[in-house]
């Protein structure tokens, strides 16, 4: 292979960026990176993006040099510009920072005072990498695929590749050196020093002319005034975990961002990111723990956010009045629950429900006080009613979404660690689970196996969404303003409906509590559902879709914009209709009241409809809640309550009173009242008699249930009315 000449590619380079354009609507030429350069002379501009798209169309040739050396072209491309950029300066540019200054100074003192035949040591010439205010950047063509990071191997050095993963780890944007000045303390001589490697070794002597003829060893002083800077954040980006062979466990890889690429990410996002891979040096301590072994990383030129499920882009776009249409039609709020989870049967209200937690309510913030917005669902149910598939559903759907389980993740794990940072040494929190759900939703699949002390790590979330840390001399609170869907099931395997509530859950009142709605999902043997239900399910298993419906299901991608859209708005409560909500949630308590009513009706119960209610307003885009929004909120409350009762009249017989009454005497006379007197079958009349009336009965129905036995021939009563014995 002939060796390239790399002037002839500058010059290629060059071209392209003068005389790319590209015509628009009216047919006249637009040039492209032309105008760029000028906003780049113009100091309006720091990052200029070349997309290798473009160059295809030039010259399809320097596109496979610029994938295959990538690095070497960035140079080539960053010399270009720096010598078309005088060309393309219109006017004067205002000195921006003090580099600018610094810089305008030595060239002034320079031209006044050096004789023009004079040569110098090229470490006392200014360094292109000090000179250039810009920053070059290539976006790899749309032909290139993704690799996944397992894939990323010793062939690819130097190279341009696309890796996707998920952000692990984003470091503080720190600054970082990338030329070192010095200043002479003999001959007051400058000498540069570009930096590479991530470390370096600063200079001593001083090598200028006059220093070296004088003998004179000049001492260098590091100037930071005079160095040159560059924004600098180390990301780490980990596999996903549908890219993981089976039995593997997921691979990462550090990612360098500099300048415009930073702050671009957090961790939890999915992203691709394109860039150069590249070795590590290591000199000096590091070098010897290491021994022979070397380190890989990888230098971003373009990050992408990405969608979690469609290998494309995260859709920000606006939505167009063609898709608002699609949307808004009649009954469009069944139409958007329906397509939540299409594959799955029924659960309509459920599936409501979780389009108003993926919307959210309206968090007020009055004066130091917080009241959050975020609505929290528990799905508890017997096993096989799709609760886990409608909570990687919504994994999918949401923006920003974690999916832990409940014996899979420690207190620590869901709310954050102490870790040792590889890079300083000094301690840092690392996020878990809830704060990298923060803005998002968060599924907990398992919530019922979950070990106690861990639950509790929940509680502070569910109501104050902050995390409060003292850990190793570390003080803070972190966001984690998260929706909580959780999924269980009952205390026993499946719900039992001999047991009360209270023991079928098994779950603290003060975690219940903050349960906006809680469903319990029944599997009841019914001959019609279960032909649906079974006609579905074979449905879906033969062609790997949802059965054809009354209207087609809106997908992911439009779904999400759609629910972005919803959020911007901020809808509030009319005062005639506070009137109407507290006047129901009073007439909810004393209900409760009265019917002994095992859910919890507490003062949050009431912060729920009124959360529920502006999810529903903000689903329609207005900005105030009506009272169909009150209702329907009211209705999804009392649906989760009506599948909590569940149906007694199937499962349990009401018993009369003269039957619970004489179960009360036959446990009294088996109690042992022989103990203390009596025969084993006997048992006294006012102890009787008080016992009843303390479980609730009258003392009339005491005597029926007396009479109607003692006809029975159960027991007889002696005359004078003081015992009973058993026959």
């Known amino acids: 292979m002939a060796p390239k000449d790399y002037l002839a590619e500058k010059e290629k380079s060059k071209r392209f960026l003068q005389e790319f ?83 305008e100074h030595r060239l002034m003192m320079e031209q006044r005072g050096r004789d023009p035949a004079d040569t110098r040591d090229a470490r006392n010439q200014y360094p292109p990498e000090l000179m250039r205010r810009f920053e070059l950047y290539f976006k790899p063509p749309t032909t290139s695929k993704p690799k996944v990071v397992r894939d990323v191997r010793a062939e690819n050095i130097g190279q341009l590749v696309t890796v996707r993963g998920i952000v692990t780890r984003a470091t503080e944007v720190k600054p970082m050196m990338a030329v070192a000045t010095y200043t002479c303390d003999q001959c007051g001589a400058e000498t540069y020093q570009p930096i590479q490697s991530p470390s370096f070794m600063p200079l001593i002597m001083c090598p200028s002319q006059e220093c070296v003829t004088n003998k004179s060893g000049g001492r260098l002083y590091l100037q930071t005034r005079g160095s040159k800077f560059v924004k600098f954040q180390e990301l780490r980006i980990q596999e996903h975990s549908d890219q993981v062979p089976v039995g593997n466990i997921p691979r990462s890889m550090t990612v360098y961002a500099r300048g415009e690429n930073t702050r671009l990410t957090q961790p939890g996002d999915h992203v691709a990111i394109a860039g150069v891979f590249l070795p590590l040096l290591c000199t000096g301590f590091k070098q010897a723990v290491q021994g022979l072994l070397s380190e890989t990383y990888m230098e971003a ?64 913030a009055p004066k130091g006080m917080k009241i959050r917005g975020t609505i929290n669902i528990c799905l508890m149910g017997d096993p096989g009613v799709a609760k886990s598939q409608l909570l990687s559903y919504i994994d999918r759907l949401a923006p920003r979404s974690q999916y832990t389980t409940g014996r899979g993740s420690s207190g620590v794990g869901l709310t954050a660690a102490v870790m040792r940072d590889p890079l300083t040494g000094e301690m840092t929190l690392e996020g ?256 009787a008699e008080q016992r009843c009336v303390t479980r609730g009965f009258t003392p009339a129905q005491f005597q029926e249930a007396l009479e109607e036995y003692e006809e029975l021939n159960v027991w007889q009563v002696n005359q004078a009315r003081t015992r009973v014995t058993f026959v």
Not at 33 to 52: I, N
Not at 321 to 331: M, S
Not at 334 to 354: M, N, Q, R, T
Not at 544 to 560: A, N
Request: hydrophobic fraction near 40%; proline fraction near 3%.
């Open 21 to 103: 354009y590209t015509d628009d609507e009216a047919g006249k030429k637009v040039f492209k990176y032309g105008a760029q350069l000028v906003t780049l002379a113009h100091r309006e501009q720091v990052a200029l993006h070349v997309d290798l798209d473009d160059v295809a169309e030039e010259d399809p040739e320097l596109v496979e040099s610029i994938c295959e050396n990538a690095k070497r072209y960035v140079g080539l491309f960053a010399d270009a510009i720096h010598d078309l950029l005088p060309e393309y300066r219109e006017r004067e540019v205002l000195a921006k920072d003090s580099l600018d200054v610094y810089i």
């Open 301 to 364: 030129h373009s990050i992408t956010l990405m969608n979690k499920t469609e290998d494309d882009e995260l859709g920000t776009e606006e939505l167009g009045e063609e898709e608002l249409r699609q949307i808004t039609e009649e009954d469009f709020y069944e139409k958007l629950a329906g397509s939540i989870a299409p594959e799955i049967f029924g659960h309509e209200d459920v599936k409501k429900a979780l389009l108003l937690l993926l919307v959210g309510g309206v968090q007020q």
């Open 432 to 687: 878990g689970a809830l704060v990298l759900a923060d803005q998002g939703v968060c599924c907990i699949d398992e919530f019922d196996k979950m070990a106690d002390g861990d639950r509790t790590a929940i509680h502070e979330v569910m109501e104050q969404q902050t995390i409060s840390i003292a850990k190793a001399g570390i003080m803070t609170s972190l966001n984690a303003r998260c929706s909580i869907l959780a999924a269980a099931n009952p205390a026993y395997g499946r719900y039992n409906p001999r047991k009360t509530l209270e023991q079928n859950i098994q779950l603290p009142a003060a975690l219940l509590s903050r349960f906006d709605l809680l469903w319990l999902i029944l599997d009841k043997p019914d001959a019609d559902s279960d032909l649906k239900l079974a006609q579905h399910i074979t449905y879906v298993h033969q062609h790997c879709r949802q059965p054809p419906t009354h209207f087609t299901p809106i997908d992911m991608k439009l779904m999400r914009r759609y629910i972005n859209l919803c959020k911007r708005h901020q809808p509030t409560v009319p005062e005639p209709l506070a009137d109407y909500i507290t006047a129901a949630y009073v007439e909810m308590r004393k209900e409760a009241r009265v019917s002994k009513d095992t859910t919890f009706t507490s003062a949050r119960t009431l912060l729920s409809i009124l959360r529920i209610a502006t999810a529903l307003a903000r689903l329609r885009l207005v900005d105030a809640v009506e009272k169909e929004d009150v209702n329907e909120a009211m209705r999804l409350m009392e649906m989760s309550k009506d599948s909590l009762q569940a149906d007694k009249s199937s499962t349990t017989r009401v018993q009369r009173p003269s039957d619970v009454i004489f179960s009360l005497l036959r446990e009294l006379a088996t109690e042992g009242v022989a103990g203390r007197g009596g025969a084993g079958g006997v048992v006294r009349m006012a102890e």
